[in-house]
C-alpha cells in the first residue's frame, strides 16, 4: 500500500522554467489537495480537488495550475518559476464520507523546489 | 481571524520530560482540532485530534488539552523519548475538511538522551 506518492523529490529550476509535480494516490480518496510549506508558516493550501474534474483554489494559488482527470492523479502545474515559489510541495488526499471526522489527511513525503 | 498562533517556535527537553505546545484561535467556527506529527524528510502524519465537545483527549503518551472559552488547545507528550523528535503542527478547521484546515507555524521538538 504505497499511501500518496509525489515525484520528484528534489528539483532546481532557473526563473522562467516550467514544470509539473505529480501525485498519485492509491486509496481512492476523493480529496486532494496541494500544499507548500515555508519555514515557520505552517502549511498554505494551493490547490484542492473534490473528486475527478473538480477543483478550486486554495489561499495561495497564483503561480500554479492544477488538473484531476482520473481519482488517482492530481498534478500541479508552475508555469514560470518565481523565486518566490521556492519551497516544499505537499500533496495530500483524504476520505470524506460519512465518518469525516475519522478521515486524516494523508500526506505524500514532499517535493523540495529551489528557483534561482 | 483565519490565524491559529502556535508557542514555542523550538523546543528542547531531557528524555523522560513533559514537553508542552500551545495553540490559540479566534474563529469560534472551528470544531476540529487535530496536531500533525512531521519528521525530517516526511509528510506530515495526524497524531492525535479533538473536537471541542471534550475537555480532553488521550492518545497513549500524547494528551490534547482544550479550552473551549480561552480559544486555546495544547499538545502534551508524556516520558517523552528521542524518537518523540519532530516538527508538531497545531491545526484548526470547520469540519475534518483539507480546504479548511489552518495550520500552525509548527513547534520543532528536540528530546535528548
Known amino acids: 500500500n504505497a499511501g500518496v506518492t509525489q515525484t520528484p523529490k528534489f528539483r532546481i529550476l532557473k526563473i522562467g522554467q516550467s514544470m509539473t509535480l505529480q501525485c498519485t494516490q492509491d486509496m481512492n480518496h476523493n480529496y486532494m489537495y496541494w500544499y507548500r510549506q515555508d519555514p515557520g508558516m505552517g502549511l498554505k493550501l494551493i490547490y484542492y480537488?473534490?473528486?475527478?474534474?473538480?477543483?478550486d483554489k486554495g489561499e495561495v494559488p497564483n503561480g500554479y495550475n492544477v488538473s484531476r482527470s482520473t481519482t488517482e492523479d492530481f498534478p500541479l502545474r508552475l508555469e514560470l518559476a518565481a523565486p518566490s515559489q521556492t519551497s516544499v510541495y505537499f500533496c495530500?488526499?483524504?476520505?470524506?464520507?460519512?465518518?469525516?471526522?475519522?478521515?486524516?489527511?494523508?500526506f505524500g513525503n514532499g517535493t523540495r523546489l529551489t528557483v534561482t | 481571524q483565519q490565524q491559529v498562533k502556535q508557542s514555542p517556535q523550538s523546543l528542547i527537553v531531557q528524555k523522560g520530560g513533559i514537553p508542552i505546545i500551545n495553540c490559540a484561535y479566534e474563529?469560534?467556527?472551528?470544531?476540529?482540532f487535530p496536531w500533525y506529527q512531521q519528521f525530517p524528510g516526511k509528510g506530515p502524519a495526524l497524531l492525535i485530534a479533538?473536537?471541542?465537545?471534550?475537555s480532553e483527549k488521550k492518545e497513549g503518551r500524547f494528551t490534547i488539552s482544550f479550552n473551549k472559552s480561552a480559544k486555546q488547545f495544547s499538545l502534551h507528550i508524556m516520558d517523552s523519548q528521542p524518537g518523540d523528535s519532530a516538527t508538531y503542527f497545531c491545526a484548526a478547521s470547520i469540519g475534518n475538511y483539507g480546504q479548511n484546515f489552518v495550520f500552525g507555524p509548527g513547534t520543532r521538538l528536540s528530546v535528548l538522551p
Open positions: 474563529n469560534t467556527a472551528f470544531d476540529y
Open positions: 480537488s473534490v473528486g475527478a474534474g473538480i477543483t
Open positions: 495530500a488526499s483524504s476520505f470524506t464520507g460519512g465518518q469525516q471526522y475519522n478521515s486524516p489527511l494523508h
Open positions: 479533538i473536537r471541542p465537545d471534550v
